[in-house]
Structure formats: structure tokens, C-alpha cells
């Protein structure tokens, strides 16, 4: 191989094993090669370097020029939604569920601020407080950001749980599934709570049999939507 | 799903796409960064070189098998300049020390190559870089910053085969060298 074919293999990252050793032992016994490589992973740089300050300018500009974002950012957020649509197995379309979504709808409903008191008028400002704002505002979008920016500061069981509730809300109940099914640290307050909805969220993706047993484990327990749940089992049969 | 988009888009250099990575995480991440005692325009500038640092690693395709989201990415990155940030200003040392920032970097395995500062001949370089025409300069970047391959220029630029694409670029190296040893 000619050395500008290592070179340009080395900058499409295309170099084999062998050619990598033939590169190496040229970079450290030819000088004219070493420099002719020096110059242009020094161009490599200085291109990074413009395509960086580009992008900051772009990004400053958006800070400024910024009240026209929403109807751009809706095209890409369109398009997300149709890919994802376009995603889903497609048995969900093939045989419609009606039955189980509309028991779905019937019953979930997100479940209510009981951790954070919101006081009105507050100016505090932690991000908790304007999680469970928005939340109570029913500005789920916002919500979830908010709780997955607090989820990255630390696993919290509860926060997990509010979280899961604004996915099943925002229709994204496979998301809420796996997070209700990770979610064992969860207070002994909220258990049975947790059970209802991952049991609606099993509905809604139309897994009747682990639905089922997890009503059955609600009403056991009886301190939460015990009558809801009874009625709810009889609906599924 | 939505993240492979959005990455897709970003490596294409859509400037649409750019927008709604950053528009869509920055009151999260600024809510998430005012825990740390940072002001708001250092804030805002920390979550712009971590979009910079986001997108360079979706050009350099290791974003492609992205096991996180998109947003976690982000964050994790953002978290990692932070600190950096703070242990420049001496904040950090007392509360957690080095090791803190080692593990988050190491915890999260992306990173952050922001160039900083170029060294003379760089600078040299950067000028008549500057002073290339567009042809030149969309070639070299496609090459040396996004890794393309001849074959890729050629299909890209529209080249009519390999060969030319080449030999475009031996002429815009070329003029680059004539431009740093004539001034």
C-alpha cells in the first residue's frame, strides 16, 4: 500500500491489523512521512476546531433569534412520532384492542401529588417542586423532563413511581412497565398504589394474565382501589 | 428510536435537528445544573460546549449504538463539564476530590474533545484553511472531520468517480500548503 493510501486509510478509520503495523513503524522511522501525517491530523484539527465555533455560533443564535423554535421543533417531533408509530409491532394495529384501551381510559387516571405539597405563591425553586408543578398543572411533557433530570441526580423510588404515572399519561406505557417492574425500593405507602397502575399498564398492552393476578394482589391487600380492581377483574373476563 | 433521528440528523449537519436536541433539554438541564454553584450564563455555556461535545460524538458515529438515551447522554456529559468547571475553580476539592470526576468519566465512557486552544502551526494552518473556497473546504471536511471515505466524497459531492474526488483533494491540500509557505 502507498503511504497517502495509509494515511487515508487511517483517517477513515479503515486501517487493517497489518496495515496499522506498517503505519506505525513508518510514523516512527520516515520523517517525511511523519510530517506529511503531522500536517494533516493538524488539519483535522483545525476543522474540528471551525465546525465547533460554528456550532456555538449556531447555538448562541438560538438563545437570541429564539421565538419561532415551536413550529420547526413540532416537523421534528411529527416526524418522531410517525417513526415510532411506524415502529410498533404490528399486531397492535392488526387485531384492535378496543376493549382493553377503553378499560384502560376508564380508570387512569395520573395518581395524585401526595409527596410533595405544593404550596402556591412558594418561590422556592427546587427542581422537585417544579416536577410536581408541572405535574399537578398536568404539563406532563415538562414533568418527565423534570423528573428524569432529578432521576440522573439520584435513583428515587417515589420519583421513579410519578414518573412512570406521566408515561402511562403520555401513552408511552411499555416505558412505564419496566420502570413499575424495576421498581422495588418503592415505600410500603405506595405499594399497592404501584400494583394498580402497573396492572392498567399491563391492560393497556393487552397482558390480561399478569393483569389479573396483580388486581387480585390490590384487592388482597385492600387498602387502595380494592372495589375499583374487583369491578375491573370481572371486566376483563 | 425517536434518538437514532435525531443522531441520523445531527451527523447530516441538519441545523433543525440541532435546535430541537437543545431547545428540547436545556430548562431540564439548567434545573438539573442550578444545584451546583454555578450561575445561569456559565450554566447556559457549559450545556452549549456539551451540545457541541454531543454532536461531535454523533459525527464521529459513537453515538450509533447509544444504549442510553439521548438525554442521559447529554446530561452525562454536562455533568462531567460541570465538575470540571467547578474543579477548576476549586470548589470541588474540599467535597469530593478527583476521584469524582474519574469516575463519572469512566462510569459514562463518552468523550469530551473540545479543542481549546491551537498551536502555532495550527494557527497557520486555520487561516489558510479559512482562505480555501467552499469546494475545498466541504471536501476536506468530509474527510478529515467526518471520517468519509473517497468513495463517500464521491457520492456526497457528486464527483463523477473516485479519481476526481482525489485529485480535488490533492489540489486543495496542495494550495492549502501554498497558502501557509507563501505568507
Not at chain 2, 441538519?14 to 445544573?33: E, M, Q, R, T
Not at chain 2, 463519572?104 to 502551526?121: M, P
Request: net charge positive; charged share 25%; proline share 1%.
Amino acid at each position: 500500500m502507498t503511504k497517502d493510501k495509509l494515511i487515508e486509510h487511517y483517517f477513515s478509520k479503515t486501517l487493517s491489523a497489518e496495515a496499522q503495523r506498517e503505519f506505525d513503524h513508518l510514523l516512527a522511522t520516515d520523517l517525511k512521512f511523519k510530517q506529511s501525517f503531522k500536517f494533516q491530523e493538524d488539519l483535522k484539527t483545525v476543522i474540528k476546531k471551525e465546525e465547533q465555533t460554528q456550532i456555538k455560533q449556531e447555538l448562541r443564535s438560538f438563545e437570541t433569534s429564539n421565538k419561532t423554535f415551536s413550529k420547526k421543533y413540532l416537523k421534528w417531533f411529527v416526524a418522531a412520532c410517525v417513526i415510532v408509530l411506524l415502529s410498533l409491532p404490528f399486531w397492535q394495529f392488526g387485531q384492535p384492542k378496543l376493549d382493553n384501551e377503553a378499560l384502560f381510559a376508564a380508570n387512569f387516571e395520573p395518581y395524585e401529588n401526595v409527596v410533595h405539597p405544593i404550596v402556591r405563591g412558594e418561590t422556592s425553586s427546587s427542581l422537585r417542586t417544579k416536577a410536581f408543578i408541572s405535574y399537578e398543572a398536568k404539563d406532563y411533557g415538562q414533568a418527565l423532563n423534570y423528573f428524569d433530570a432529578l432521576l440522573i441526580e439520584s435513583d428515587n423510588a417515589t420519583i421513579s413511581f410519578y414518573k412512570a404515572n406521566v408515561l402511562l399519561q403520555l401513552n408511552r406505557y411499555k416505558e412505564a412497565i419496566e420502570i413499575f417492574e424495576d421498581n422495588t425500593e418503592l415505600s410500603q405507602k405506595l405499594k399497592s398504589q404501584q400494583q394498580w397502575y402497573l396492572a392498567l399498564a399491563y391492560i393497556r398492552s393487552n397482558n390480561t394474565t399478569k393483569a389479573t393476578v396483580l388486581l387480585n394482589t390490590v384487592i388482597e391487600s385492600g387498602n387502595y382501589k380494592k372495589r375499583a380492581a374487583e369491578q375491573l377483574l370481572k371486566q376483563l373476563d | 428510536m425517536v434518538d437514532e433521528v435525531l443522531v441520523e440528523a445531527l451527523k447530516k449537519r441538519n441545523s433543525d435537528a440541532l435546535k430541537s436536541v437543545y431547545l428540547g433539554h436545556k430548562a431540564a438541564f439548567i434545573g438539573f445544573a442550578k444545584k451546583y454553584p454555578i450561575d445561569e450564563a456559565t450554566i447556559i455555556d457549559i450545556y452549549q460546549d456539551a451540545i457541541i461535545a454531543l454532536h461531535d460524538n454523533a459525527v464521529n458515529g459513537k453515538l450509533d449504538n447509544l444504549k442510553s438515551e439521548l438525554k442521559t447522554y447529554l446530561f452525562s456529559i454536562g455533568k462531567y463539564m460541570i465538575y470540571k468547571k467547578l474543579k477548576q475553580q476549586k470548589i470541588m476539592y474540599s467535597v469530593e476530590g478527583n476521584t469524582a470526576l474519574e469516575n463519572l468519566k469512566s462510569d459514562t465512557d463518552f468523550s469530551v474533545n473540545l479543542i481549546e486552544e491551537l498551536s502555532e502551526d495550527q494557527q497557520k494552518l486555520q487561516t489558510a484553511f479559512k482562505s480555501l473556497g467552499d469546494k475545498c473546504k466541504a471536501i476536506l471536511t468530509l474527510f478529515y472531520y467526518r471520517g468519509f471515505t473517497i468513495e463517500e466524497i464521491t457520492n456526497d459531492l457528486n464527483y463523477s468517480n473516485k479519481d476526481v474526488a482525489k485529485s480535488q483533494k490533492s489540489r486543495c491540500i496542495k494550495s492549502l500548503k501554498n497558502l501557509i509557505f507563501n505568507t
